[in-house]
Structures are given as C-alpha cells and as structure tokens.
C-alpha cells in the first residue's frame, strides 16, 4: 500500500483519475477510529441486492463536503487537503454512487493525514 502523506501547514489539492465521477453522489473519509470524525453516517444502501451487497458492504465514514472537492471531469475529482487536516491518521477515501462505491485503497493508496501538534 502506498501512502498520500499530507503534513501541516502544506495547503494542497489530490488529483484523482477514475471513472464516473459525474455520477458521484457523495464521497466519505473511512478509518479505522471513526471518533476521530465530528460525526459519521451508516451506509447501507445495497443491502436489498445480494449481488452488490457481496461486493459492497455496509461501512461508516464522515461525509465530505461537496465544497471540499471539485469534479473536474468524468475521470478526475479534485479533493482539498485543508478538510482532510482537520483530522490526524490514516484514511480512506469512498466514492459512492448509484451502482455502488469504490475505495482509494483499491488502487492501492491510503491518505496518512499527520497532526500538526
């Protein structure tokens, strides 16, 4: 696994190419310490298909704000480092839409989110 390494004070934005992102209903930080968050949601909306749900399970994160990134283009959503600061440890990034979601951590990549203290 590789790691997106952000370390205060650097303010930048992450780039990520994939697909669909014009079909993007909400995009989630996942971690394994959810108390890090200021609140969470419950994503369960697969469960009444077998088929998904087997590839889609139930997971918990905190959902980012839409003024938190950009949808450039169907290929490529620029998210803001400045939110992602706010919190310390190593997260995930969820993209959720109608057919299911996909994880960051599938390609391979984590965000390692570093205090400042």
């Known amino acids: 696994m590789d790691f997106i390494t ?17 079909y993007l209903q909400s995009l989630f930080l996942s971690a394994g310490n959810t108390s890090v968050f200021p609140s969470t949601t419950a ?3 697969f469960s009444n298909s077998h088929r998904v749900s ?3 399970p139930p997971f918990v994160g905190y959902q980012i704000p839409v003024s938190a990134y950009t949808i450039v283009d169907n290929n490529r959503l620029i998210l803001s480092s400045a939110l ?3 919190f310390s440890g ?9 057919a299911g979601y996909t994880k960051l951590s599938d390609i391979g990549y984590y965000i390692n989110a570093l205090s400042a203290s």
């Open 43 to 45: 994503i369960d909306q």
């Open 90 to 98: 190593i997260f995930d990034v969820i993209f959720l839409n109608r």
């Open 6 to 22: 952000i370390e205060p004070p650097a303010y930048l934005s992450i780039s990520i190419l994939g697909y669909q992102f014009n």
């Open 84 to 86: 992602i600061q706010e």
């Open 54 to 56: 087997a590839i889609c």
